[in-house]
Nanobody, 128 residues
Framework: QVQLVESGGGLVQAGGSLRLSCAAS????????VGWFRQAPGKEREYVAA?????????GYADSVKGRSTISRDNAKNTVYLQMNRLKPEDTAVYFC????????????????????WGQGTQVTVSS
């Protein structure tokens, strides 16, 4: 099935932007919902954003990033993106993408337990 690799993280100043990528192997990535999560040192992993399968017409965001982040997918490139703008030091974390294999209809998913496979993560560091 699908293998996931995150990229696009790095060191940025507060107020800057990053576009994270979640690249998938195989040919069926468009069939599955995808989520982004993050984990800061000493903290629990938390939900960031999620997108539905196929057209990705349904999306969701955590309150902490709503209004300054956009999740999207490009099925031709087998990639899901997380565009993050106006970054804050509290955005510093390792960011993970995850895919849900179980089918339960259209929609997106916000819980860690909703997902079945995870990438290795990409580090985002925002300096003040």
């Amino acid at each position: 099935q699908v293998q996931l690799v995150e990229s696009g993280g790095g060191l940025v100043q507060a107020g800057g932007s990053l576009r994270l990528s979640c690249a998938a192997s195989g040919r069926t990535f468009s069939n599955y919902p995808v989520g982004w999560f993050r984990q800061a040192p000493g903290k629990e992993r938390e939900y960031v954003a999620a997108i539905s399968s196929w057209s990705g017409d349904r999306t969701g965001y955590a309150d902490s990033v709503k209004g300054r982040s956009t999740i999207s997918r490009d099925n031709a490139k087998n990639t899901v993106y997380l565009q993050m703008n106006r970054l804050k030091p509290e955005d510093t974390a390792v960011y993970f993408c995850a895919v849900r294999f179980r089918y339960s209809g259209s929609g997106y998913y916000t819980g860690q337990g909703d997902y079945d496979r995870w990438g290795q993560g990409t580090q985002v560091t925002v300096s003040s």
